[in-house]
Every structure is written in C-alpha cells, then in structure tokens.
C-alpha cells in the first residue's frame, strides 16, 4: 500500500519502521493530545528521574542527611560528567558539571585569555546565544580596553559567517567561540575545520554546545576542540535549570586556571587549607557545592540516550527533520511561511524554524487551542524541534496540520499582534 506524503497512515507507517519507539513510554508524557515539540529548549521528564528524585528525597536527604555527601554526592558530579562524555565525544575525565552554561564559558573563556596574554580579541557570530554574547562582552570590559570582542554577522540570518572567518583571523585573535548548533536557525557548524582554522592562527576554541549535546554526534577530543560547555535541560532532559556540563582538552587541563576558584577546585578540599592551590584535572574547573537534587535529575535522562545511541537518535532526528520539510514544502509554504534553516541535513541540528509575518500570533493559537508547543523567537520565527528519543512522526504531522488550519482558516486573528501582551 503507497500513502501520498499528506496522509496520516504515512506518518503511521513511518512510526511502525521506527526502532526507537519504545522510548517514548520511558517518557511521562502528561497528555498526549499536547504535542510537544520544544524539547530542544526543555526536554520532557524521564519516569525514572521523577522515581529517582523522590528516593533521593526520602533516602538520601531525609534520612542520611550529611552522610549522603559522602555516600555519594560528592562524586555525582563527576560521574555524570563520565557519562556525558560519549554523547560529547570526550574521553571521561574531559567532561565534568557545573553551575549553568553561562558561567562555566566566563570561567573557560577567562582561563582561554590568561593563557595567550599577547593576544586580546574574541571572535563570534551574530547567530551566537545572547548569554554567550553578554558573557563576552563582561569579560572584554572586564580585561580593559586593549581587549575587543569582534562578532561576524551571518551572511543570511541562516547559515554561520565561515568564508568570512578565515579573513577575521590574525596573531591578535585569542579565542573563537560560536554555539556549534545555533539556537534559531539550527545551523550547525563543521566543528573540526573551525578548530583546525583557529589553531591554523594560534588561538583557542570554544564551542557551545547545548543544541547539540543529545541530538547531533560530536567528536571533541579527536577534533582537538579545546573547549566546551553546554545545558543538560535541552535534549538531555535534565529539568528546569539542571546544571551544566564543561569540557577541557586532556592536554590543556592543567595550563589553564579557574577564575571562580571556589573550594570545590581546591585539592585536598577538606583540609580546609587557607591557601588556595588548584586541584588537578577536570576537577580544577568547579567552584561552589552543586546543586544535588538537579544534578541528580541529569544521569537518567544521560543513561536513556546512551541506552538509544547517538548514531540512531541522529539517524532519527535527521529523518524526523526532512519529513516536517517535506510537509512545509507541499503544505505551509504555499501559505506564506518561509524556511529560515539550512535545507542540507548535515548542516542542520535538530530544530527549524519557518517564519510568517503573523508568526506571533500563530504561535498564540497553536499553544492556546491547538495544543501544540513549539517556541516563537522575534521577529516572526517559529521554531519546531524534534527530540528523537519521545518525539513520534505522527506529532509531526499533526502539528503541521494544526499549523496548517491555523494559517488557512485565519484563526490567529483573534489573537494580539502585540508581543508586549504575553509576559
Ligand atoms: C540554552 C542555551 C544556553 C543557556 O545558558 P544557561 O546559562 O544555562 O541559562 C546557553 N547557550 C546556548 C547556545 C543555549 O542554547
């Protein structure tokens, strides 16, 4: 039997030749008529992690209180980071968590910078996640004026500036950094021509990977990546707030200094020594106690992706990823929505974005009474992101003709124009 693209028995036959299928029922999914498609920017709760969270609440706090840290918490944070470290492409004591992602790029771009005195500029794109961006620029003022942050505008709003990066580049450049899947359009760079192009000019390389990590293979230790940082709220399905993850090269660990330099990164921590002296290794780069019960909340979400694969979730995602472009093509752009992220596979993570001039207020509508959650960035783009490991084609699909009904039945009119509305 052949099914035209448009038929819901397509997606249904797709979601039959999925091997991945049985992990969505590892997922709590609270009402399945809401279709969520927002797990690039808070994945769905884990059923083990909420069975996890009340054990720890009940064990490990309300009974052995201090002893737990002992017991166990002290070394969470690490071994999460160990875990972490195959979906990074890191070898285990690379990888390890830490605060949120902001702070740990100031922590890493700051130790960058003092390592290579010589050299004061940072170089980025305007495609970059604003924190990374406002993070840069504190770190600028805060070395003095000699020190400038240079950001390469994209040539389309689309795709990362690349052919413009290697003129950019000369002996004054100290740091790279650029999120490797970026938020809007879902540009993903070539992670190893870039570091190669930075080391090329003697600088260092820092990616920010939280659009990444769980979604798009990375291969950070063999592509000689420097550094790293990401979330684990995203495609990890850590939860609201969950701590970060940092990567450092083996060979760069203990070259660079931590400047939050807290008790956590001091060696023989519990000797309560005056005198700071760092600690060896991954470890260097902590700074205060973690968060427990958050960071708790990551391993799950870690251990289900590792348990899927990253090669078949990105199999997945880049099939879950065509199919939704296919149904723009034949059913959304006829309607006015445009395409704002790369049509080629390997330069796209796991989000797109489409844009129409009512995008806000379509969105409105598809959260208000159609029951589907995908995000609204200003000005006009939609953005749809496709979790691999719960997301079904069948959401897909539905989500696009709900999109669809919206935009041709002109429901979103009832809705303000008017951003400043929606808190
Ligand atoms: C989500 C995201 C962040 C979030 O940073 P936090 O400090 O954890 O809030 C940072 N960078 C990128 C690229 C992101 O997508």
Redesign the pocket.
Same mark, same amino acid.
């Given at each position: 039997m052949m099914y035209s693209l448009t038929d819901a028995e397509y997606a249904q036959a797709l979601d039959h030749q999925d091997e991945l299928t049985s992990f969505r029922d590892e997922f709590i999914i609270g009402d399945p008529e809401r279709i969520y498609l927002d797990g +690039? &920017?808070l994945g769905r709760l884990p059923r083990r992690t909420a069975d996890r969270l009340q054990a720890i609440i009940a064990h490990e706090w309300g009974e052995r209180l201090i002893s737990s840290w002992n017991e166990s918490w002290i070394s969470l944070a690490g071994r999460i980071g160990e875990k972490i470290a195959p979906l990074l492409g890191a070898k285990p004591e690379e990888v390890i968590i830490a !605060? @949120? #992602?902001?702070?740990?790029?100031f922590k890493l771009a700051v130790a960058a910078l003092r390592v290579n005195p010589d050299r004061t500029t940072i170089i980025s794109d305007d495609l +970059?996640?604003p @924190?990374?961006l406002y993070i840069l620029d504190g770190i600028t003022s805060l070395f003095g004026s000699s020190y400038e942050l240079k950001i390469i505008p994209s040539p389309d709003g689309i795709m990362g500036p690349v052919d413009r990066l290697a003129d950019v580049l000369n002996s004054h450049t100290a740091l790279l950094t650029f &999120?490797h #899947? %970026?938020?809007k359009s879902g540009y993903v760079y070539d992670l190893f021509e870039l570091t190669r192009l930075a080391h090329e000019n003697g600088a260092l390389i820092l990616w !920010? %990977? &939280?659009?990444s990590v769980g979604s798009v293979p990375l291969a950070l230790h063999d592509s000689q990546v420097d550094l790293a %940082?990401?979330?684990t709220?995203?495609y990890l399905n850590g939860g609201p707030?969950s701590p970060?993850f940092l990567y450092v090269h083996e060979d760069l660990q203990d070259r660079l200094q931590n400047p939050i330099s807290g008790w956590f990164s001091q060696k023989n921590q519990f000797e309560f020594n005056l005198e700071y002296q760092a600690e060896l290794g991954i470890r260097r780069f902590l700074t205060g106690t973690p968060a427990i019960l958050s960071l708790a909340a990551v391993e799950d979400g870690v251990d289900l992706l590792l348990e899927a694969g990253i090669e078949r979730l990105r199999r997945k995602s880049i099939r879950q990823s065509e199919y939704f472009i296919s149904l723009w093509r034949k059913m959304l752009r006829p309607l006015g929505f445009r395409l704002n992220s790369p049509q080629d596979p390997a330069r796209r993570g796991s989000h797109i974005s489409i844009a129409h001039p009512q995008g806000f207020q379509i969105n409105r509508a598809l959260v208000e009474e159609m029951r589907v959650v995908c995000d609204f960035r200003s000005p006009d783009n939609l953005r749809f992101g496709f979790a691999p490991i719960y997301n079904s084609y069948m959401e897909i699909y539905q989500a696009v003709t709900r999109l669809h009904q919206v935009a041709a039945e002109k429901i979103y009119q009832k809705y303000p124009a008017n951003q400043s509305q929606v808190p």
């Amino acid at each position: 039997m052949m099914y035209s693209l448009t038929d819901a028995e397509y997606a249904q036959a797709l979601d039959h030749q999925d091997e991945l299928t049985s992990f969505r029922d590892e997922f709590i999914i609270g009402d399945p008529e809401r279709i969520y498609l927002d797990g +690039n &920017s808070l994945g769905r709760l884990p059923r083990r992690t909420a069975d996890r969270l009340q054990a720890i609440i009940a064990h490990e706090w309300g009974e052995r209180l201090i002893s737990s840290w002992n017991e166990s918490w002290i070394s969470l944070a690490g071994r999460i980071g160990e875990k972490i470290a195959p979906l990074l492409g890191a070898k285990p004591e690379e990888v390890i968590i830490a !605060d @949120s #992602t902001s702070v740990n790029l100031f922590k890493l771009a700051v130790a960058a910078l003092r390592v290579n005195p010589d050299r004061t500029t940072i170089i980025s794109d305007d495609l +970059n996640f604003p @924190s990374d961006l406002y993070i840069l620029d504190g770190i600028t003022s805060l070395f003095g004026s000699s020190y400038e942050l240079k950001i390469i505008p994209s040539p389309d709003g689309i795709m990362g500036p690349v052919d413009r990066l290697a003129d950019v580049l000369n002996s004054h450049t100290a740091l790279l950094t650029f &999120s490797h #899947t %970026v938020f809007k359009s879902g540009y993903v760079y070539d992670l190893f021509e870039l570091t190669r192009l930075a080391h090329e000019n003697g600088a260092l390389i820092l990616w !920010d %990977v &939280s659009h990444s990590v769980g979604s798009v293979p990375l291969a950070l230790h063999d592509s000689q990546v420097d550094l790293a %940082v990401g979330c684990t709220y995203k495609y990890l399905n850590g939860g609201p707030g969950s701590p970060a993850f940092l990567y450092v090269h083996e060979d760069l660990q203990d070259r660079l200094q931590n400047p939050i330099s807290g008790w956590f990164s001091q060696k023989n921590q519990f000797e309560f020594n005056l005198e700071y002296q760092a600690e060896l290794g991954i470890r260097r780069f902590l700074t205060g106690t973690p968060a427990i019960l958050s960071l708790a909340a990551v391993e799950d979400g870690v251990d289900l992706l590792l348990e899927a694969g990253i090669e078949r979730l990105r199999r997945k995602s880049i099939r879950q990823s065509e199919y939704f472009i296919s149904l723009w093509r034949k059913m959304l752009r006829p309607l006015g929505f445009r395409l704002n992220s790369p049509q080629d596979p390997a330069r796209r993570g796991s989000h797109i974005s489409i844009a129409h001039p009512q995008g806000f207020q379509i969105n409105r509508a598809l959260v208000e009474e159609m029951r589907v959650v995908c995000d609204f960035r200003s000005p006009d783009n939609l953005r749809f992101g496709f979790a691999p490991i719960y997301n079904s084609y069948m959401e897909i699909y539905q989500a696009v003709t709900r999109l669809h009904q919206v935009a041709a039945e002109k429901i979103y009119q009832k809705y303000p124009a008017n951003q400043s509305q929606v808190p």
